[in-house]
């Protein structure tokens, strides 16, 4: 039998399960089971097979999903997946991601804390040791694109996990699952680590936002020129300045995160992690969102719920440059459509087109947010890294056309279509910016994109927020 290889298995199992059940949230239960799954006292592979064991040892405590379904799956006790409201909403507790910044190669320990109603997403950069102790990076698990290592030998241990991981997926094929192996590992091995902690409602004290600590607002109007804002989005100037914010936006944005204080210290970069968004919609998914407590005199901060306005434009716009373009078209609901051209470069790439509704589709969670940044080619990579960017680039925050093929086709989350998916994940993180006050970001109608970039998504959402007015808004409940 040809097995995938060792990085697919072991360590993507173990990669799935660090991500997924192991959120730095502010939970004690949590904490310890973080830190016993990185304790730095063995190898890397070492360290991966002991995080599937884990996985599998909790899985032995739960019935197969695949099982589940035809019996009659009992309710889950997950939280809900999150989503917008009607109302502002903020995280109900304070989680952690670390890694290294994309393009500076500045490693970052990022915290998105509760915020209250009307102070919408900032972000503040803090001294080095505020946050750091909440998460930590396995070093020796970096590997940079231009390294060519060999993978060592597996003893026999690892090779009868290996044997007894790819079984089970081999199980519940034959059950009914349909899906990938990297999806079995994260969905039905990883998951069932996350049910099984007990939830502890802690109340979490939310900072208020003071002069001496306002940080920069996630909006139109704090983003700074940058020589490279082709390829990011870069908030605020000088001590404050922050870049490459558009995946945590994204997931904010998308799954209903209003208001947020978010905390990056270290390097000046939002980590790029494995090049989606995925890590935080998990984080999100397993803190959970509430709605934000409101200071407005005379309103109980426990209660009174503060309503969500909708930017909803009425007149049709389109941004140009030569053949890319981004038009916005007057709709009853939101709706993205995207389309790319990399034909020349990437036949496995090609023309892709996607649409996508978040009150339509499939939820952002599953949809968007696993879409990792591509690249039409090694050579793409290289200019790049000439010009000084992704010089913080490792092997798996990318996947990479390779004329006719993926370099790396085990890292394809979505074989027909990640690239385009992933352009969706970058223009919803760019379009939050139109978000005011808790306010929310994606604008009530159709927006439509073609071989645009970071530049282009910002000067359409300034164009398209100047030609609104007060009327312009409305509640998200009518919308």
């Not at 059940?21 to 239960?29: E, I, Q």
């Not at 910044?101 to 950069?125: I, K, N, Q, S």
């Not at 519940?172 to 969905?187: K, L, R, V």
Request: with cysteine.
């Amino acid at each position: 039998m040809q097995l995938p290889k060792q990085s697919t298995l072991a360590a993507v199992a173990a990669q799935a399960v660090k991500t997924a059940a192991c959120p730095s949230v502010r939970l004690c239960s949590r904490r310890k089971l973080q830190q016993r799954a990185m304790k730095r006292s063995q190898t890397t592979q070492q360290r991966s097979q002991r995080q599937a064991v884990r996985a599998l040892e909790a899985e032995a405590d739960v019935e197969e999903p695949s099982t589940q379904k035809k019996r009659g799956r009992k309710k889950s006790s997950r939280p809900p997946l999150p989503s917008p409201a009607a109302y502002q909403q903020t995280v109900k507790n304070s989680f952690a991601l670390g890694g290294l910044g994309l393009h500076t190669g500045e490693y970052a320990t990022v915290l998105v804390m509760p915020a209250h109603a009307d102070e919408g997403r900032y972000f503040v950069r803090v001294p080095l040791g505020t946050n750091s102790h909440l998460f930590s990076l396995e070093e020796d698990v970096v590997r940079d694109l231009e390294d060519d290592l060999e993978p060592e030998e597996n003893t026999e241990e690892e090779d009868a996990l290996q044997l007894e991981l790819y079984y089970k997926f081999l199980q519940a094929q034959a059950e009914g699952f349909d899906g990938a192996f990297d999806e079995y590992i994260a969905n039905e091995i990883a998951q069932p680590v996350i049910d099984s902690i007990p939830e502890e409602d802690i109340p979490e004290e939310i900072l208020e936002r003071t002069p001496e600590d306002m940080g920069v607002d996630a909006h139109l109007d704090s983003v700074s020129e940058h020589p490279h804002a082709r390829y990011c989005t870069t908030l605020g100037e000088g001590e404050d300045r922050v870049q490459s914010v558009e995946h945590l936006l994204s997931a904010l944005e998308a799954c209903g995160v209003d208001n947020a204080r978010i905390e990056i210290e270290g390097g000046p970069e939002v980590p790029i992690i494995d090049g989606s968004a995925l890590s935080w919609a998990i984080d999100l998914h397993a803190t959970g969102l509430v709605p934000a407590q409101t200071l407005e005199p005379g309103k109980d901060s426990r209660t009174d719920k503060v309503i969500r306005h909708v930017l909803a434009p009425k007149k049709q716009l389109t941004v140009r440059r030569d053949d890319a373009f981004i038009t916005f078209f007057p709709e009853g609901t939101q709706r993205l459509t995207y389309g790319i051209d990399e034909s020349r470069e990437a036949t496995i790439i090609g023309k892709q087109w996607m649409s996508w509704s978040p009150g339509e589709d499939h939820h952002y969670r599953w949809a968007i947010a696993p879409a990792r940044s591509y690249h039409p080619s090694l050579q793409a990579i290289m200019t790049l890294r000439q010009q000084g960017m992704v010089r913080g680039g490792t092997d798996a925050c990318a996947i990479v056309g390779y004329g006719d093929r993926w370099y790396e086709p085990q890292r394809v989350r979505f074989m027909d279509d990640e690239p385009v998916r992933h352009k969706m994940l970058d223009l919803i993180g760019d379009l939050s910016l139109l978000a005011d006050k808790g306010h929310a970001g994606l604008p009530l109608g159709h927006v439509i994109a073609y071989k645009a970039d970071h530049e282009m998504h910002v000067e359409f959402a300034k164009k398209l927020k100047a030609s609104c007015g007060p009327a312009d808004v409305v509640a998200a409940e009518k919308a």
